[in-house]
Nanobody
Framework: QVQLVESGVGLVQAGGSLRLSCAAS????????MSWYRQAPGKQRELVAG???????VYVDSVGDRFTISRDNAKNTVYLQMNSLKPEDTAVYYC???????????????WGQGTQVTVSS
């Protein structure tokens, strides 16, 4: 089995910074894309940023250059550095990964448990 464990629960003031991390563990052969999503109260879950296995990042327009996604392939870990945080960034943040397990050739979709980020004004 595979698990994604997130860390970095935070309460921060507007303008502050926070770093989230998500580590994958289990019988992992390969991790393809890794991503961060978020879901605010009453809203749908949305993609925030993604990063391919070659390190190429993709960001949603609303986070602009405030957020930086990175990954450490040796540690099977993805990070999200969030700067200049705004109250509208308040949400539960989820990591997501496309993982190929040993004995399989097909990537499967895995989710972390979610971590709360609250930005006060």
């Amino acid at each position: 089995q595979v698990q994604l464990v997130e860390s970095g629960v935070g309460l921060v003031q507007a303008g502050g910074s926070l770093r989230l991390s998500c580590a994958a563990s289990g019988s992992i052969l390969r991790i393809d894309a890794m991503s961060w999503y978020r879901q605010a109260p009453g809203k749908q879950r949305e993609l925030v940023a993604g990063i391919l296995s070659n390190g190429r990042p993709v960001y949603v327009d609303s986070v602009g250059d405030r957020f930086t996604i990175s990954r450490d392939n040796a540690k099977n870990t993805v990070y999200l550095q969030m700067n200049s945080l705004k109250p509208e960034d308040t949400a539960v943040y989820y990591c997501n990964a496309d993982i190929v397990m040993f004995g399989s050739e097909v990537p499967e979709d895995y989710w972390g448990q979610g971590t709360q980020v609250t930005v006060s004004s």
